[in-house]
């Protein structure tokens, strides 16, 4: 069937037949012309210089890789099997300086076609014979000098798998770039103008048949500007949608909680505090609403910001809430701003502190899920009377179904997730207003990553720690090779405990029941006020979630069990550490317990504490020293960077140990070993995005999931993201429903999603 004309949209199964169509629809859910299109290539083969590469090549190869060569026949040789009936061809295959035999069996005609001289694409999956490599019977084609001249310079490799060969993509790719019509391209002439980008059409033919590495580039270049500028568009939308709704103004008083508050701080804010502080104080004074994402190291100071832009908002009347993504963090939270209000938060009861003015005070309530009938009440009566000026729960409970009397800023404590629906959802439950929000991440990132991952918020940044600050001295034991300084660890901890001072031994997980990772965060609870309609967590979440650190969930899993807690906790405690006081915590017991052993530590009553990574964010006990990571090796280093900020945040000098069984000279010991090298959390996320970043280029695709980030890296394309966004906002302030840009909503589409997408009907 010949097609006229071939559109993006177009099927595959139109374009090309159902023969050729329906293997890319099956092994590689490519479905139209469009979906071929952006199946970019893996990499290219130089076919006129393979030479220089090929060496290098086989370094990279592994004994089971699916691999697509194009090589020369060196010789060929056909026998009978000595100790098995049947007939084997072998073939030496060079690549270059490279050497591949190519086996197969009871097909002697083979002989004839591999003939020394041919020259053929080979496509099979790896295998080590003889201390070289073999192809075992692989597909391949021969390349007659006619068809070799008709290749391009560069030869795509697609991702592709046993039963589609990265060839049968490129003819197909060749076939439909043949017959397509010149596609309309989203992107703004200007904006191509500007940034000196490609058409779309030429992008597209030239990333799949480049002659040279320098249209590759071009090309990719353009290809990634779709990416970003689709996903900053989204961004820019939701940040719109988020703006539509006025916030409640909250100016700011010189005479009442905030100011008290400020007189009875026990330090001097740092200058980063104070400017981010100022900054956030006028924008809460405004109506529009604020969205701000706040970023800063470890022990910054993060929670004092936030806790004086709360205060603004009590002392305009009105109530904030402050999410936490477990019940530990969120009890924890509440603990510590109970604490530092000291009599200002205790309003209602009875005090007979002489500075409790009872003018300028108000209550910090605690939500949680596992509050007894009567405790819930009475806090979900608090909120709903506006009683409480300061509400602090999980996202699961606070998002099913609190009343706020006058909800003026959420805070979220976000952790490692990406959180935009819960914000979303907390935002659309507040009537004809719409709160401010401050987002809180633990984990900083580098400006350009947080573009990406946070293009709609404002960002600010804490970039200096209080004065006094020790750093934290780590290093990384390893335990496999030195057994002496594990035993020297413990005798450590008993000297800490001996000069007055608390340790903290943090293993991977938790134990008894096995295998279960240690904290979680709440799954977004999928009934009450959810709208049964509303989208899930979808794929482009899923996409971006690949562009983030690992989190635990994520981390590979390895040979033995990580060790646990409970069984770390009693081993512990009867031998190197007998005498100790010593309680293990964990996210498994019951609310109250760990309440409790929290408490208890915090008032220095437990000498060491054994637990999870339920103490990573939030824990602050300025008097605990030091920390010993068990099994270091099986957590990311932005959360190891994480947990050893829960010491160093006092006066005395602390230290933090990761113990590893990785060998000596293993990439986990040097990851660990230039972890304990930098202080620098901004150092420390560049660290874990690099380990990660391999890879990530298909990363979407590989999975099976489909998303229409192909190309985007977070850390390589940093400067484009800016600029993407910059244009991005430009656009949505001029047009926010892209009306006037319909090419630019089909991008928004295409690589967000229709879900994500859906600002562009809500506005
Ligand atoms: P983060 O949440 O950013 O890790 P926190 O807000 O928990 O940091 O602060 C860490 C510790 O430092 C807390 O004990 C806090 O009271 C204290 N702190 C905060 N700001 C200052 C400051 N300007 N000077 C001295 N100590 C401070
Ligand atoms: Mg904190």
Request: with cysteine.
């Amino acid at each position: 069937m010949l097609v006229a004309v071939v559109g993006m949209d177009t099927s595959l199964r139109t374009a090309l037949g159902d023969k050729t169509a329906r293997p890319l629809a099956r092994q590689l859910e490519l479905e139209t012309v469009g979906d071929l299109l952006r199946h970019y290539p893996r990499k290219y083969i130089e076919h006129a210089t393979v030479t220089h590469t090929s060496e290098r090549e086989d370094q990279r190869f592994r004994p089971g890789e699916h691999v697509t060569l194009l090589g020369t026949v060196e010789k060929v040789a056909g026998r009978r099997m000595r100790h098995r009936k049947g007939h084997i061809v072998e073939a030496t295959v060079s690549v270059g300086a490279q050497r591949f035999t190519c086996t197969f069996f009871n097909q002697p005609y083979r002989e004839r076609d591999l003939a020394p001289g041919t020259r053929a694409l080979f496509s099979g999956d790896l295998s080590r014979y003889r201390g070289g490599w073999q192809l075992a019977a692989p597909e391949f084609i021969v390349l007659n000098a006619g068809a070799e001249a008709q290749l391009p310079g560069l030869i795509p490799i697609y991702p592709a798998t046993r039963k589609l060969r990265s060839w049968v993509v490129m003819l197909a790719v060749r076939q439909v770039l043949d017959l397509l019509d010149e596609p309309e391209d989203p992107l703004p002439d200007t904006l191509r103008a500007t940034h000196g980008l490609a058409s779309l059409g030429d992008a597209l033919r030239r990333v799949h048949l480049p002659d040279t590495r320098e249209e590759e580039r071009e090309a990719r270049r353009r290809l990634v500007w779709d990416e970003a500028f689709g996903l900053q568009l989204a961004m820019a939308g939701r940040r719109a949608s988020a703006t539509t709704r006025p916030a409640p103004a909250c100016p700011r008083r010189d005479d009442g909680l905030a100011a008290a508050f400020d007189a009875r701080l026990p330090f001097a804010l740092t200058g980063a505090q104070r400017s981010v502080g100022e900054s956030l104080s006028e924008a809460l004074a405004g109506e529009e609403p604020l969205n701000r994402l706040l970023q800063g190291d470890v022990g910054s100071g993060k929670t004092v910001v936030a806790l004086r832009a709360m205060l603004q908002v009590v002392d305009a009347g009105r109530q904030a809430v402050l999410l936490a993504p477990t019940e530990v963090l969120a009890a924890q939270h509440a603990r510590s701003l109970q604490a530092m209000l000291g009599p200002l938060g205790r309003a209602g009861e009875l005090s007979d502190d002489p500075a409790a003015d009872p003018e300028h005070a108000t209550r910090v309530t605690l939500l949680t899920g596992s509050l007894g009938a009567k405790a819930r009440r009475q806090a979900l009566l608090d909120a709903q009377s506006g009683a409480a000026g300061i509400v602090v729960g999980t996202h699961a409970v606070i998002q099913q179904g609190v009343g706020f009397a006058d909800l003026g800023l959420v805070v979220v404590d976000e952790q490692h997730r990406f959180g935009v629906h819960q914000r979303d959802e907390l935002r659309s439950r507040s009537g004809p207003t719409t709160p401010h929000v401050l987002v809180m991440t633990a984990t900083p990132i580098p400006r350009t990553v947080a573009l990406t991952l946070y293009g709609d918020l404002d960002i600010s940044v804490l970039d200096e720690l209080p004065t006094g600050r020790k750093p934290i001295a780590t290093t990384a034991v390893p335990a496999g090779v030195k057994p002496r300084w594990l035993e020297r660890a413990w005798e450590r901890v008993r000297e800490e405990v001996a000069a007055g001072h608390q340790a903290y031994v943090v293993c991977p997980r938790i134990g008894d029941e096995g295998g279960e990772p240690g904290e979680q965060w709440p799954e977004p609870p999928a009934g009450d006020l959810l709208d049964p309609e509303a989208p899930g967590p979808d794929e482009f979440e899923e996409a971006l979630r690949k562009l983030r650190p690992p989190d635990e969930e994520e981390q590979e899993e390895a040979a033995r069990p990580p060790l646990a807690v409970t069984d770390v906790g009693p081993m512990l405690a009867e031998g190197p550490l007998a005498g100790l006081r010593l309680e293990i915590l964990h996210g498994r017991m019951p609310t109250d317990e760990k309440d409790a052993v929290m408490r208890a530590f915090s008032e220095g009553r437990v000498d060491v504490l054994v637990a999870t990574t339920v103490i990573e964010v939030g824990v602050d006990v300025p008097n605990a020293t030091m920390m010993i990571i068990m099994d270091a090796d099986r957590f990311g280093v932005s959360q190891l960077h994480q947990l050893r900020g829960r010491v160093g945040r006092g006066a005395a000098a602390s230290s933090c140990l990761l113990v590893t069984e990785a060998a000596e000279g293993s990439p986990a010991l040097q990851r660990l070993e230039r972890l304990a090298a930098t202080p620098d959390g901004f150092e420390v996320s560049r660290i874990d995005l690099e380990v990660r970043d391999e890879g990530d280029v298909l990363g979407a695709q590989q999975s099976g999931r489909r998303s229409g980030l192909h190309m985007l890296s977070v850390l390589k394309h940093g400067d484009l993201v800016a600029e993407a966004r910059e244009e991005a906002r430009a656009v949505m302030a001029d047009d926010p429903l892209l009306a006037r840009h319909p090419g630019l909503a089909g991008l928004v589409r295409s690589v967000v999603g229709e879900a994500e997408a859906a600002f562009l009907d809500r506005l």
